[in-house]
């Protein structure tokens, strides 16, 4: 985020430190606002101060102008004290097994202030303590993804008494674009606000693109490890086995990966409850396990080594994205037998992870109509004990396609209202192509907008002090504050600029005679008369 | 909509009579879609033909091949026998006298015709009745707009018991556009979907201006009359007069304006209610008659001369779409005591234009975040007595200016479910810029996905047609019946082949292993053996 883009003069990095850590040093985005001027009858001018606004930063160093980047070097290693420090512990080194020893780990400190940035410098309290984390945490309400071998990620917390979280997906398709192409395309998402990242990468390089995605980024990386599990039985579904299935999660757990989806959800007597869907199994994991038991006519290795993948994911403290391969791939299909069969199988594997100290979330729809969502909400916190739930979209239509990031937003913001912790991204190719830089920029801030929208709505601490001050700059027509407030100062300063607008009080779009903002200062001027 | 542009080549331009009036003849958009074909295990194809999807078709003759456009000549009067018909009867001549006086008339099956097209293709029964039409409309639950001099306007119906319906702006701006291409815009946003169009063109040429747009437009057209009372004393609000105000009230029914937005809410006593707001006053015919109060301190000449008002739109049908000049300008404002105070007033207000037999819908908000949006539509069916509503979003967070299409079709899709009959779209360029062609495009796509995905939550009959049968293409992989059916073709198209994919029994974007649709095909072979 370069600082000598004029989009972004009045933004800095800025830091708060730890008080029970004082070696925490959380990164955030500092907006310098501008002073409310007004002028008194006889015209002297008044000068207010408008207090700076935080904004959650989720691109680690790239953001500061002070860092240098490098990427054989790869992010400063962030955690590594910390990982180093609990190594001697005789305890599973996950932050679910610390917060149930009663233990606030820096990473739970770190998440703390990094949801509270603004009510901590305006005084404002919010419930969200380093306690309240570990607490969340503790009973599996929320997961903070951290494998200890991926100490350059900033800690950021999933839960729905926390900000809403979104997730975008990167990929290498098969024509390979370059590894500098990848790692760019990570820190891209990154600026635009992207949580999590998952690397759907499939092909050739797979291992080679995922190392130096993990040494560059700063949120937690995701994979779908049956991909590559896939990859090395050269695409044949039926020769897939536990064992390759078991050294590709190492290989990956290794490498640093955060959270894994797995697909253990799929149960060979359920896979049939999808024969009569308009659109099947939509779910690539879904499909390659299903297609997987019925070739085999045996339970997926899957759900019977489960235990098994979360003694092996604990060792790392990977956090697992129980997949929910059944979803729904179209309105039609939603909320039915073969969905909601899934989903309680998915209730019963977060217990045995939960058992084992494994952080685990609930993944979801999908294609599901407006007045079936709630439903869809109410009995993934039920079936699945209140473990966070992360969902892709969903989409309330099908008519759209080349507009998915719409009807997806539509959808993931209600969703999240309701208590979904986490976004999966569309971009506006969903269905149709892989999305270029544009689309995962568009993507990321129509995501960014459905989570902000359910954190206003859920009431999370702090969430109205941006609209508040960016509807304020507006008001007094202080455009720039305005543009550097909003998701994307690059976006409306560029729309701004192009219509010829000049900075003042009022705008060529109505002129001054029919400029509302304009008339109504006046009104307030005559009221006080 | 030319059909040698290959994302249209699957549809035409179809038509259905009437029944009770056999001069009825509802136009609309016939989609073909290709058979479904299968294969039995020794290979040999099996086709299962798919029936054709209709779409409710809001361009008009310009949609129709066989039509030449005349801009000089104007469109063809397609109500005019009707409304010569009626014009002997000693009767105020609104759809609403005649629906109390149990007349059904040309105009109410024809809606009810455009309602209900696959359903009555599909032999599917709706409520939508002709005799619901009428009924609707006499009770005031709904507006069928039709000024008796635009009888080129195709008759549509707004009421929540009907499809959602989506209004589009445009206006000429003081560097005047010509003429030309103004008419150009109107019929660019009915062929996206614009159900009705506001001209709120402000500067010279008004009149002209919007003759030629009248003679031009397919659909119901709205203005502000305010706007064209204001140039008329040159931007000087306290000059404003009921006089002059009167004068282009009858200058604008004469030409054929369908309906009126007018600020009669705006009330003396009330205006105070705004001042401690973050954002004062945004509605520009809000702050202009807020000022006029202040100014000569006495009560606005709309809300005093309101029922001199109903007089004159009765008798050309005119309907008055109850302006909400205290609606919120950020979220802050949201569902405060001058909105509430000024809903009430609107609620009187159209119990007296019923009084008169005119047509009345209530406009609403504006910015109100998603807990909120619930109250406000509970109050405006309390308050305006089930009156229809019309709102602009809203926009359910204050910080994405350059992406407010979506942040307000978030809050459209939500409101038009609970009940709102027609939303007011919003562009890209919303607070930054005028739009351009491009920008109308989005917003009206963008709000034709948040009014259908209304109208699927809501159960409007036939409304999962679609989206079945472009999902039933997707599984198939008959990517041209995708694209032909979505609200889209041309950019879905678009997308598809820049990305180089081919049609086939999968895309490039997965490639043949990771093609979830596939294995799903697999999957139902081997579970037929």
Redesign the interface.
């Known amino acids: 985020m370069p600082n000598d883009n004029k989009a972004y003069a009045k933004r800095e990095k800025a830091y708060m430190n730890g008080t029970l850590f004082p070696d925490v040093r959380v990164g955030m985005i500092k907006v310098n606002l501008t002073p409310t001027v007004t002028r008194d009858e006889r015209g002297i001018p008044r000068t207010e101060p408008n207090a700076p606004v935080y904004i959650y930063d989720t691109s680690g160093p790239y953001g500061d102008p002070d860092y240098k980047v490098d990427l054989k070097k790869g992010l400063p290693r962030l955690r590594q004290r910390w990982i180093d420090e609990r190594a001697g512990q005789d305890r599973t080194p996950t932050q679910m097994a610390y917060a149930r020893a009663g233990i606030i780990t820096p990473e739970m400190e770190y998440v703390a202030i990094r949801e509270n940035m603004n009510c901590r410098e305006l005084g404002i309290e919010s419930h969200i303590t380093p306690e309240f984390v570990r607490d969340e945490i503790a009973c599996g309400h929320a997961v903070l993804p951290s494998n200890i071998n991926h100490p350059e990620s900033e800690p950021m917390i999933i839960g729905r008494s926390f900000a809403v979280k979104i997730n975008t997906n990167i990929g290498n398709?098969?024509t390979t674009s370059s590894i500098d192409e990848e790692v760019e395309k990570a820190v891209w998402s990154c600026k635009w606000g992207g949580d999590t990242l998952m690397d759907l990468s499939?092909g050739n390089n797979i291992h080679e693109t995922r190392e130096w995605i993990l040494r560059n980024c700063p949120v937690p990386v995701g994979t779908v490890p049956i991909?590559q599990a896939?990859e090395k039985v050269n695409?044949r579904?039926e020769e897939l086995t536990w064992e390759i299935y078991r050294d590709t999660l190492i290989e990956q757990c290794r490498q640093g990966v955060d959270y894994f989806t797995i697909h253990a959800g799929i149960r060979l007597k359920n896979?049939?409850l999808?024969?009569n869907r308009?659109?099947?199994?939509?779910?690539?994991g879904?499909?390659?396990m299903?297609?997987w038991c019925?070739?085999h006519n045996r339970e997926s290795f899957l759900y019977e080594h489960f235990d098994d993948i979360c003694d092996i994911v604990s060792r790392y403290d990977v956090a697992l994205s129980l997949g929910d391969g059944l979803r729904p791939?179209?309105?039609?299909d939603a909320n039915d037998a073969a969905q909601f069969a899934e989903l309680d199988t998915l209730g019963e594997l977060v217990e045995r992870a939960w058992n084992k100290d494994v952080q685990a979330f609930i993944e979801g729809p999908g294609?599901v109509?407006?007045?079936k969502i709630r439903e869809n909400m109410e009995r993934q916190i039920k079936s699945c004990h209140e473990a966070p739930f992360y969902t892709l979209g969903p989409l309330?239509?099908?008519?759209?396609?080349?507009?998915d990031?719409?009807?997806s937003?539509?959808g993931g913001?209600?969703i999240a209202?309701l208590g979904t912790a986490m976004l999966c991204y569309v971009t506006?190719?969903e269905?149709?192509?892989?999305p270029d830089k544009e689309d995962v920029r568009v993507g990321v801030?129509?995501y960014?907008?459905?989570a902000?929208?359910?954190d206003?709505?859920?009431?999370h601490p702090g969430a109205?002090i941006?609209?508040?001050a960016?509807?304020?700059a507006?008001?007094e027509f202080r455009w720039r504050d305005?543009?550097h407030?909003?998701?994307?100062p690059e976006?409306?300063l560029?729309?701004?600029e192009?219509?010829g607008?000049t900075e003042g009080e009022y705008c060529?779009?109505?002129?001054?005679?029919?400029?509302?903002?304009r008339?109504?200062?006046?009104?307030?001027k005559?009221?006080k008369k």
């Open positions: 398709s098969a499939t991909y896939l695409g579904v896979v049939h999808a024969d308009l659109c099947g199994i939509v779910s690539r879904g499909s390659i299903s297609k019925l070739l791939g179209c309105t039609a294609h109509p407006m007045h309330v239509t099908d008519i759209a396609p080349g507009y990031h719409i009807t937003a539509i913001a209600q209202w506006p190719k269905h149709l192509a892989l801030v129509t960014k907008i459905a902000h929208a359910a206003l709505a859920k009431g109205t941006r609209d508040n960016l509807s304020k507006r008001f305005q543009f407030l909003s998701l994307d976006r409306s560029e729309y701004f192009q219509a607008h060529t779009m109505c002129g001054p005679n029919f400029c509302a903002a008339l109504s200062h006046d009104l307030r005559l009221g």
